[in-house]
């Protein structure tokens, strides 16, 4: 078992940043892909960004891409994300997520992670 706790969301205005952190216990991180989610109410979760173990590999959704950067310190079993020129539509409920089968193929996909944390608020203001 992986367990899997995100840290560092908040209120912040539109343009700001923050930086997300998602801390694994349990088991280590040793050959773990971890993708970052984002639920904003009525919506459904949609991907944000991967990375894979070696960090080398990493992925971004056509919104995020140029703002936001993922990043991990597997000695601290912790991955990185952080947000610039954040927008109001940015808003939303994030998760980190993660598994040791993913392909370049499938990070975008939530049935293919098989560990969640519970999630942090990111609310950004106009």
């Known amino acids: 078992q992986v367990q899997l706790v995100e840290s560092g969301g908040g209120l912040q205005q539109a343009g700001g940043s923050l930086r997300l952190s998602c801390a694994a216990s349990?088991?280590?991180?040793?050959?773990?892909?971890v993708g970052w989610f984002r639920q904003a109410p009525g919506k459904e979760r949609e991907f944000v960004t991967a990375i894979f173990w070696t960090g080398t590999n990493t992925y971004y959704a056509d919104s995020v891409k140029g703002r936001f950067t993922i990043s991990r310190d597997n000695a601290k079993n912790t991955v990185y994300l952080q947000m610039n020129s954040l927008k109001p539509e940015d808003t939303a409920v994030y998760y980190c997520a993660a598994s040791r089968s993913l392909r370049s193929s499938t990070v975008y996909y939530p049935r293919e992670y098989d560990y969640w944390g519970q999630g942090t608020q990111v609310t950004v203001s106009s």
């Open positions: 349990g088991r280590t991180f040793i050959g773990y892909a």
